[in-house]
């Protein structure tokens, strides 16, 4: 057995297979009736018959799905920046992170819209416990990041990540997707960890770290919702981490996440491919010879893109103004839109816990924090 099997999504010899084991599951059954509503289940169980690669399955499966999504719970989804990427060439996507499926999702939908290359997507091991999930993760080139492990065993584990990731890219010719920190950004702070560069940094060997990572040709992606069909959700963490408490999970809340940021409304999404990492980093490694220093500036330069071309919403700039009870940012909403959240607030929280509340609008007010504190520093 190879040491990656552990961790790689399915081979296209695989997908047949696998997905005709699943076929009849009741998951499986909900999700294509959800896919396809005016079709009866033997549409898609011949339609499984002739799938026989992950492009098939993502073309002809997948992407109804989440073009249903889009239909049933969005104002619609809004691009830029991809005109500029090549087909042929495939990118290391670094992105902040909202939602644990829809994110690479759509980033994926874009791709294939626009002809290009579709991503191989890091998940946590965690979030996939369930067979079934397991499989469709596989299924749609999802590669698992083992978490909790022992000490001992984190070192080989993300030294086997690093040249897994590092093989899609530069022998498979295949883009991967991860985001810039473990887990989602539940407080609207979108910040790359250090620690996620110096994995990806371990399979650089001797190359020089600045060469190393202008080779996987890295594209910050911001990705932006409206509305967080899964803010209510977040608060329980964010209040737990306020408090300096261990937050346990319950066994299906990740599941149940899952479901609503794809069923939940969000109205308008934008996503937006920054530009590739090159002169940057030609100009950190003329700054800095430390390693340290440049897996920094390397940090700072991935979050500048991703912060200035995330695409503030209306509801961004009216949770600004309720948070610090100021009129600021008034030109960027309407009374109504501002009207829409306030009832929005109240339905999802208990708005009279003023913790509980500061934090919800919080979640939606740091990026405008943010993007204000990178236009004071231009």
């Known amino acids: 057995m190879s040491k990656i099997d552990d961790i790689r999504y399915f081979y296209d010899e695989e997908v047949n297979g696998a997905l005709l084991n699943v076929a009849r599951h009741p998951m499986m059954k909900a999700l294509m009736q959800f896919t396809f509503p005016n079709r009866d289940e033997n549409f898609w169980l011949d339609e499984f018959k002739n799938i026989h690669s992950i492009n ?15 239909n049933k719970s969005s ?32 980033l994926n939908l874009v791709l294939l819209d626009n002809g290009l290359m579709l991503t191989a997507s890091a998940v946590g091991d965690n979030l996939i416990q369930n067979s079934f999930i397991n499989i469709l993760a596989k299924l749609t080139r999802n590669f698992l990041v083992q978490r909790d492990l022992p000490i001992r065993e984190q070192l080989s584990s993300s030294k086997l990540l690093s040249e897994y990731i590092y093989d899609l890219l530069k022998k498979k010719n295949r883009s991967v997707w991860i985001a810039q920190r473990e ?119 991935i979050d500048d893109s991703i912060i200035k071309n995330y695409k503030l919403w209306p509801t961004k ?10 009129d600021r940012y008034s030109e960027h909403y309407t009374k109504e839109e ?36 990178q236009d004071d520093n231009v």
Request: aromatic share 8%; glycine share 4%.
């Open 317 to 326: 700039y009216i949770a600004y103004d309720l948070l610090h009870k100021t």
């Open 75 to 106: 104002d619609g989804l809004s691009t830029s920046g991809f005109d500029k990427l090549d087909k042929n060439t495939a990118y290391l996507f670094i992105s902040n992170h909202r939602d644990i499926v829809l994110d690479t999702s759509l």
């Open 183 to 301: 887990g989602r950004a539940k407080d609207g702070n979108d910040f790359t960890q250090q620690g996620i560069l110096k994995m990806l940094a371990m399979a650089g060997g001797d190359i020089p770290l600045i060469d190393f990572f202008k080779s996987l040709k890295i594209v910050p992606l911001s990705i932006s919702y409206e509305y967080d069909p899964t803010d209510a959700l977040k608060l329980p963490q964010l209040m737990a981490k306020s408090r300096n408490e261990t937050y346990a999970k319950d066994d299906n809340e990740d599941f149940k996440t899952i479901l609503s940021g794809a069923l939940g409304q969000k109205k308008h999404i934008h996503l937006h491919a920054g530009n590739i990492l090159n002169e940057e980093l030609d100009n950190i490694a003329s700054q800095y010879e430390n390693k340290n220093k440049q897996l920094q500036a390397i940090a700072q330069v």
């Open 56 to 70: 098939d399955f993502q073309n002809r499966i997948i992407s109804h799905t989440v073009r249903q999504i889009l």
């Open 338 to 373: 501002k009207q829409l959240f306030e009832r929005r607030l109240e339905m999802r929280i208990d708005s009279s816990d003023e913790t509980l509340k500061n934090s919800f609008l919080e979640m939606y007010a740091n990026p405008v924090t943010n993007k204000a504190k």
